[in-house]
């Protein structure tokens, strides 16, 4: 069935350091993919969105990279700060999907002092 | 900050009670979603709605139900809770008919059932 996974459970970083969260997505037909942030005790907050017609896009510190031929996500974030500590979750969808979300499992990154 | 509320926060009850856990926006957003999430894990959609008396099961099982009477106002129930239904269950809406779908979370309800 359609998923969305990610390749690392956990991420170790030292502050100051670039961290790459990665994610697969089995569903060809996803046309819209968000990266989400969730801190301990919270619900999950934006971070990135990028469409399908798009290979890359850049936010504050993010980058997010889409590439469709392998069906691959990752998720760049530039010096990685203490309070980038939390679980990541790629999601996809498709305009078809009536704007559900698949999510895929977390990946916790934490960042060492 | 996305304007989506949940409440309570965190809820210990016993076994056979019911509860209606609360969730409201103030963004005039028409879709609204129930998930489940597990410590750690990935969320999984057991609710959601198009708009006012529009109720959808999602792809995760539930024994739980919802409403949606008004448009800021999505609550879930579950009518007989069991130690099972231990999780935490978040909300989320976002807006009809726009090309992307992003949705805004609430904080989550932290459910314990003993």
């Known amino acids: 069935g359609e998923s969305v996974g990610l390749h690392l459970p956990t991420l170790s970083v030292q502050e100051g350091d670039n961290s790459i969260i990665n994610c697969a997505y089995s569903?060809?037909?996803?046309?819209?993919f968000i990266w989400y942030k969730q801190e301990s005790g919270k619900g999950p907050q934006f971070i990135i969105d990028?469409?399908?017609?798009?290979d890359k896009r850049q936010g504050q510190r993010v980058t997010v990279l889409l590439n469709k031929t392998v069906k691959h996500l990752s998720l760049q974030i530039a010096a990685t700060q203490p309070g980038d500590s939390a679980v990541y979750f790629c999601a996809e969808t498709s305009y078809n999907q009536g704007g559900k979300l698949i999510f895929g499992q977390g990946t916790e990154l934490s960042v060492k002092p | 900050e996305a304007d989506i509320y949940q409440t309570p926060r965190y809820l210990v009850i016993g076994t056979g009670k019911k509860i209606t856990l609360e969730c409201s926006q103030t963004?005039?957003?028409?879709?609204m979603y129930w998930y489940q999430q597990d410590p750690g894990m990935e969320l999984h959609l057991i609710h959601y709605s198009y708009g006012v008396n529009s109720t959808e099961k999602g792809d995760l099982s539930s024994e739980s139900t919802v409403s949606r009477i008004r448009t800021e106002h999505f609550p879930l129930t579950l009518e007989s809770a069991r130690p099972s239904h231990t999780s935490q269950y978040l909300c989320?809406?976002?807006?009809?008919?726009?090309?992307?779908?992003?949705?805004?979370f609430g904080p989550g309800t932290r459910l314990t059932v003993l």
């Open positions: 989320a809406s976002s807006e009809l008919g726009t090309q992307g779908n992003e949705q805004f």
């Open positions: 963004m005039g957003h028409d879709k």
């Open positions: 990028i469409r399908s017609n798009m």
């Open positions: 569903n060809s037909a996803s046309d819209y």
